[in-house]
């Protein structure tokens, strides 16, 4: 199995960027399919952005698309999440999941592994 880790989140000020970063140990990186979720206090658990394992399919939430770039360094066993124009509502826990196969990203059912979480807060 992977273990995942992930780093990077704060307290920033609306408009500004944060990079997330999330370190995998244990199995081959490139074994794994990878996705961000986030999850904000009283809602569900949402998907934020996934990417594959050559990543050739990268796949965003509409609410991120165009503000946020998931990337993935095989050299490095990380995968990556540049978080640019912050919004409020994009204050969140953020979590990094894996897992070998995907059919539907949105689902974090399809996901066998998670990480602790990162908190990310945007307020004035």
């Known amino acids: 199995q992977v273990q995942l880790v992930e780093s990077g989140g704060g307290l920033v000020q609306p408009g500004v960027s944060l990079r997330l970063s999330c370190v995998a140990s244990?199995?081959?990186?490139?074994?794994?399919?990878i996705a961000w979720f986030r999850q904000a206090p009283g809602k569900e658990r949402e998907f934020v952005a996934g990417?594959?394992?050559?990543?050739?399919?990268?796949v965003y939430a509409d609410s991120v698309k165009d503000r946020f770039t998931i990337s993935r360094d095989a050299a490095k066993d990380t995968v990556y999440l540049q978080m640019d124009s912050l919004k409020p509502e994009d204050s969140a826990v953020y979590y990094c999941a894996a897992t070998e196969t995907i059919t539907h990203w949105k689902r974090k059912d399809e996901y066998k592994y998670w990480g602790q979480g990162t908190q990310v807060t945007v307020s004035s």
């Open positions: 244990g199995r081959t990186f490139s074994d794994y399919v």
């Open positions: 990417i594959s394992r050559t990543s050739i399919a990268i």
